[in-house]
Every structure is written in structure tokens, then in C-alpha cells.
């Protein structure tokens, strides 16, 4: 495979990341700006936020969690060139499932269906890194 379809779900990721992580930004400042909340309410921690405020918040937390272990698996298929078409598939697979996740917490924030969309995602990433694990040490000494 390419570089460029590798790294393809891996910069989605990102840009979803970011993405939150601007919404996040924009809802505090207009949370404050309008007087919702007072700043020295937030200045030690984030109870205090507004729901709304605290939804995309969470959202954006949550693309810091299991997506980490997604960036490594991405950096060591590359390094140790076992991403092919399946890898790319899963790893696109895992980026929708984080894509739903992010859209259903940050609208009906439907707990059921959040936590399916969350637990799809760990599953086929976890079928990444057991495929992976497997093709590095199952694979025939090539050198």
C-alpha cells in the first residue's frame, strides 16, 4: 500500500481530533462571553462547564484515549511495513467508528449507541494489533 492510503485514516483521525478540539475551545469562550459560567468557576477543573459545553468537552477528551494506541499501530505498520490492504481497511473502519462515536456524543448523546460505537472501535483495534503481533511474529525471517 501506499504511504499516502496509510496515513489517510490516521490524518482523518487527527482532523477529527482538532476539530474537536477547536469546537471545545469556541464553546468555552462563548460559555464565558455570555455569562454562563465565570471564569475562576473553571480555573481548577471542569465541573463546572455548562452541559452542552461539557458534551463536546468530553468528546474531544475521549479522542485522546483509544486513538492513541490507534496513532502507534499506524507508526509501526509503516516502520515495519506490515500495512496492507486489510490493515488499511480496519484501520478505515476504526476511523468511522470514531467518527459516529464523536457524532452521536456530541448530538443525542445516546449512551447505548455511543458505547457500540466506542466498543466497535476497540474491537477492530484490537483485531489490528493481534493481527499485526501475529504477522511480526508468525512472519518467516526474511534477512
Known sequence: MSIEA???PLIVQVA???????????????????????????????????????QISNCFHNQLQLPVLFYVLVI??????KADFVFVTMAWMFVVTRLGHAVIHTT??????RFYAFLFGAVILLLMWVIFVAR?????VSE
Do not use: C, K, S
Open 16 to 54: 477529527l481530533t482538532f476539530a474537536m478540539l477547536f469546537w471545545m475551545g469556541f464553546a468555552r469562550v462563548r460559555a464565558i462571553r455570555d455569562g454562563e459560567i465565570r471564569v475562576r468557576d473553571v480555573a481548577l477543573g471542569e465541573p463546572y462547564w455548562p452541559p452542552r459545553v461539557q
Open 76 to 81: 509501526l505498520a509503516i516502520g515495519a511495513r
Open 136 to 140: 511480526i511474529f508468525l512472519a518467516p
Open 6 to 8: 496509510i496515513l489517510t
Open 108 to 113: 443525542t448523546n445516546n449512551v447505548p449507541r
